[in-house]
Each structure stands twice: as structure tokens, then as C-alpha cells.
């Protein structure tokens, strides 16, 4: 037999320290609870970086549901200054309301408004703003309708309230 097996045995029935020492399995058992490597392991990257990829995804998701509700307020903002230029100003003064809208005719408005958040011009073709006469006789409308096409909402639409 070994020689560290025919240690002593003390009235615990354990080994004694002194014969302990030269034990065979020691330095296996120091190595397994001493562990010395530093570092993370693939796994662990793999982990973390699947986790940060998804709070990337999660955070632009976010971001451009925020910026397209802005987008939609400065629309319902510009039409409702509209809204308001035509039926405080425009349709007291003259008793009607135009055939067409522009910076021209709605002189109490910012001009800036006639541009939408995408950089169209009220009334081209990729604008979201519109403007409906209804009711037009000679260039004099008794009706209209305005509209924006909202991202995340219903098109937001403003009728005549005379």
C-alpha cells in the first residue's frame, strides 16, 4: 500500500496533517479549488453580447416610435393653425373660404407650417397635409376639409365650421 495510506489514524478517523502532505490527490484537489485562470469564458461573451444586441434593438425600436409621434404632433400643429387662419382671418374678412391655401393667402401663419416634418410643401405629392374645397363657385368655397396623414395615428382631419 501506499505509504500515505498507512498514516496514522487519529481516534477522528481522519488523516493526519503531517502524512496529508504527501497525499497524491492533494494537488489535484489545489487545483480544483484553487482555480487560477482569469478571463471570461466564450459563453459568457456570447451571453452579454446577445443581451447588449438586444437592448440596442429595443432602444432604436423606441427611438423611432418617439420621434414618428413628434413627427405626427407637429402635423396636427400645423393643421390646426391652418384650421384656425381660415376660420379667424381668412373667412370673417372675405365670407368665403379659397379654392387653394398657401403662405399667400394664410398670411397670419408661420410659412414654416406649410412644410411638412419630411420636408414636403403643403400640396405636392408626398406631403401629408391636404386641403379639400367643397361647395366652389367662382373661386369662392363655402366648404373644406384638411387633412395630415399621421404615422402612427388616424388621418387627423379638420372640417369647416361655418
Known amino acids: 500500500m501506499a505509504e500515505w495510506f498507512k498514516a ?5 478517523g481522519r488523516l493526519t496533517p503531517r502524512k496529508f502532505e ?8 489545489k487545483n480544483i479549488l484553487m482555480k487560477t485562470k482569469k478571463g471570461f ?8 453580447a446577445a443581451f447588449a444586441s438586444l437592448a440596442l434593438v429595443l432602444f ?4 423611432s416610435n418617439v420621434d414618428a409621434m413628434n413627427r405626427d404632433e407637429k402635423r396636427k400643429t ?3 393653425a391652418m384650421y384656425y387662419a381660415l376660420e379667424e382671418g381668412f373667412y370673417p374678412e372675405h365670407g368665403y373660404y379659397p379654392e387653394e391655401i398657401s403662405e399667400k ?8 407650417l406649410f412644410t411638412d416634418p419630411l420636408g414636403y410643401y403643403f400640396g405636392t405629392d408626398f406631403s401629408s ?3 379639400e ?9 363655402k366648404e373644406y376639409t384638411l387633412r395630415a396623414e399621421l404615422e402612427k395615428e388616424d388621418t387627423y382631419v379638420k372640417k369647416n365650421r361655418n
Open 133 to 141: 374645397p367643397l361647395s366652389c363657385k367662382d373661386g369662392k368655397c
Open 78 to 80: 400645423a393643421i390646426n
Open 105 to 112: 393667402v394664410l398670411t397670419v401663419i408661420d410659412p414654416a
Open 41 to 48: 469564458t466564450v459563453l459568457e461573451i456570447i451571453i452579454v
Open 22 to 29: 504527501s497525499c497524491p490527490f492533494r494537488q489535484i484537489t
Open 60 to 63: 432604436f425600436v423606441q427611438k
Open 129 to 131: 397635409y391636404s386641403y
Open 8 to 12: 496514522p489514524v487519529l481516534k477522528t
